[in-house]
């Protein structure tokens, strides 16, 4: 079963504007959240993260936004560099548990 | 500092056959994760070793095995070798005290690409 989703396969935007990138959640026990970013032949690397305490996180350009009620998450990169163009997955778990369980990830690419 | 590095890079096995796939993890860390990732997948948790034991396991069969050693690199077995085993395996080190979060310190290797034919 597919606890974590990331409906969108694939997003492009400009250079310089906003992207946004969503995710949804059924496991009402999930309390920690994470972004992670992939490109080609690596390995994914860790972006940002939300406990559920938190509706909000900011790094840099990151924002990562979390509404429990409505089970979903979104990463907010601003401004979008084409650096930036890569595979990012959601992963979601429970504090105490080490399953944790990514999306089918959203490939981003970002134009010059 | 070394990051997580897997080896082999690539591997082709045929169907009933064993495989094992093996990771070095970071410099300092104790913990190893192995995730699979099929084809247009996200990666799925197979199990996490913390100083060389079992520290949880996700959905996978007993076929999946694995290994920590002394100096925290580890194997990942799987036996009986299916078709839809073909997928990208990750390993992953943290140094996490009892294994689990903050995941943040989870880094990831290039993983190996694993064909069943």
């Known amino acids: 079963d597919q606890q974590v989703k990331q409906n969108s396969p694939s997003l492009s935007v400009q250079e310089g504007r906003i992207s946004i990138l969503n995710c949804d959640y059924t496991?009402?026990?999930?309390?920690?959240f994470l972004w992670y970013k992939k490109y080609p032949a690596e390995g994914p690397t860790f972006l940002i993260s939300?406990?559920?305490?938190?509706d909000k996180n900011e790094d840099g350009r990151f924002t990562v936004f979390l509404n429990k009620s409505a089970k979903h998450l979104s990463l907010h990169i601003v401004p979008s560099q084409p650096g930036d163009s890569a595979v990012y997955f959601c992963?979601?778990?429970?504090?105490?548990?080490?399953?944790?369980?990514f999306g089918a990830g959203t490939r981003l690419t970002v134009k010059p | 500092e070394t990051g997580v590095t897997q080896s082999p890079t690539h591997l082709i096995k045929t169907r009933g056959q064993q495989v094992t796939l093996r990771c070095s993890s970071q410099s300092g860390h104790n913990t190893v994760s192995w995730y699979q990732q099929a084809l247009g997948q996200g990666p799925q948790f197979i199990f996490q070793y913390y100083r060389e034991e079992e520290n949880g396991r996700g959905n996978f069969p007993p076929r999946f095995s694995g290994l920590q050693f002394p100096n925290y690199s580890s194997e990942l077995n799987v036996n009986a070798l299916e078709l839809d085993d073909s997928a990208l395996y990750l390993c992953?080190?943290?140094?996490?005290?009892?294994?689990?979060?903050?995941?943040?310190?989870?880094?990831f290797g290039p993983g190996t690409r694993l064909t069943v034919l």
């Open positions: 992963a979601a778990s429970e504090w105490n548990n080490n399953d944790m369980r």
């Open positions: 939300i406990s559920s305490i938190k």
């Open positions: 496991n009402s026990m999930f309390d920690y």
């Open positions: 992953a080190s943290s140094g996490g005290g009892s294994g689990g979060p903050p995941y943040n310190e989870q880094f």
